[in-house]
């Protein structure tokens, strides 16, 4: 199988409209398999471990038959970047067309924060807010904030730890919604996220795949919300297809994010708040326009093969792919 996904790879530098979390590039890489594409992306600065559940997501994705839908069309949120300038937040705003909840990014600043909120509420006065602080912050600085903030759906990832969460939610009656706690353990099977973690985020290559994600879903036992990590039209596909395999899915996805990309590989329109399912495809004149250089292209083959080694070949036999 890894000769097939070498000899089929592609590379591309995808841009991005705005400032995300120091990404102004996105590279992405993506192979044909026999029941589509599956997307690697993750980001540049990861360790071949860290990527082993990104390239089995892409597996999965290019190879295995996955659950199938419950529904055809998935609502989804806005997500604003740490900007600060009213305009530029309400021309991103204005990219999602017809959604009803906005996910911000916080953390750096207390005062930019708070008024990067206050203006998406005067841009969106009827739209749920939610803070995604991506584990910034003490439980004291978590604590503060959350009492300034006003009406909020829930915060992702105040602070770090579990330990750290549990204490939060001592001091705070707004939701909590776990993330890197849970994607960046070594097993996510073995936390207990009782009095920690309302909401569990799910994320279609950071935990493996569809299948793995729904398993860690059931597991937990808790609601859940599906988001994306930056992707391109292709990842973005794969997380549409988790969201509508959720049993239960009881809040906005955060899977509109190629409303961030300057480019794409394929249009996945927001339409009344919502992405419909689809088969997508890479449009081959894209690949080509924004490919990588060869260099780059054999830095990103080594990099399949080094995380192939690091325990993606060994999660892809357990898992009793026979491709």
Known sequence: ML?????SLKVVTLATKVNFRSVNMREVALFEGSIGWGEFSPFLE???EECVPWLVSA???AFVVVEPPLR???EVNATLPAIDNYGEI???L???EGVSAVKIKVGDNLALDLA???SVRQLRPKARIRIDVNGLWSVEQASQFLAQVGEIEYVEQPCSTLEELRELKLRTSIKIVGDEVIRKASNPFDLDLTDAVDIVMLKVAPLGGVTRALEIAKYHQLPVVVSSALESAIGISHGLKLAAAVPELGFASGLGTGSLLADDLA???IIGGKIKLSNVVPDIEALNDFAVSADRLNWWKNRVQMVWTSGAQEEIEKRGWRI
Do not use: C, K, N, W
């Open 3 to 7: 000769d097939s996904i070498l000899a």
């Open 72 to 74: 055809s069309e998935i």
């Open 94 to 96: 204005d990219t999602f």
């Open 90 to 92: 309400s021309q991103l």
């Open 59 to 61: 597996v999965e994705a």
């Open 267 to 269: 249009h996945l329109p």
């Open 116 to 118: 990067r909120i206050e």
């Open 46 to 48: 990861y360790g071949f």
